[in-house]
C-alpha cells in the first residue's frame, strides 16, 4: 500500500486558482509515476494530468490543457496541481493516484494506489 493524502481543495470563484497538494509515506515515492484523476457527480473518473517519477514528462487532458501544471517534489513525497482559470466544470472530487511504474497512462486502471479524494468547487 501507498498511503496518499490529497488537500487543498476548497471553494473558488471562476477564474481563480487552486493547489492541490498529494502527501505519500511511501519511500519509493520518487520511482512511481502520480497522476490527478477528477470525478464530478453523476459521472465517471476522468484523467486530468500525469507525471512521470522524476518530473521530465507530463501528459494532460485538453480540457486543462494550459490552465492546470502538474509538479512533483520527490524530496517531499509530494506530487501538485496548480490549477489556475478554474472553470465552474472543473468542479469535482480531484483524486491522486500512483502508479509502480515510473511512467503510466490516462485511465484509471493504469494506476495502483489512490487518495481519498479532495472537493474542488467553482462557483460562477
Known amino acids: 500500500q501507498v498511503p496518499l493524502i490529497e488537500s487543498g481543495g476548497g471553494l473558488v470563484q471562476a477564474g481563480g486558482s487552486l493547489r492541490l497538494s498529494c502527501a505519500a509515506s511511501?519511500?519509493?515515492?520518487?520511482?512511481?509515476?502520480m497522476a490527478w484523476f477528477r470525478q464530478a457527480p453523476g459521472k465517471e473518473r476522468e484523467f486530468v494530468a500525469t507525471?512521470?517519477?522524476?518530473?521530465?514528462?507530463?501528459y494532460y487532458a485538453d480540457s486543462v490543457k494550459g490552465r492546470f501544471t502538474i509538479s512533483r517534489d520527490n524530496g517531499r513525497k509530494t506530487v501538485y496541481l496548480q490549477m489556475n482559470s478554474l472553470k465552474p466544470e472543473d468542479t469535482a472530487v480531484y483524486y491522486c493516484?500512483?502508479?509502480?511504474?515510473?511512467?503510466?497512462?490516462?485511465?484509471?486502471?493504469?494506476?495502483?494506489?489512490w487518495g481519498q479524494g479532495t472537493q474542488v468547487t467553482v462557483s460562477s
Open positions: 493516484a500512483a502508479d509502480s511504474h515510473g511512467w503510466s497512462g490516462t485511465s484509471h486502471r493504469d494506476y495502483e494506489y
Open positions: 511511501e519511500r519509493t515515492f520518487s520511482t512511481y509515476a
Open positions: 507525471i512521470n517519477w522524476n518530473g521530465a514528462m507530463t
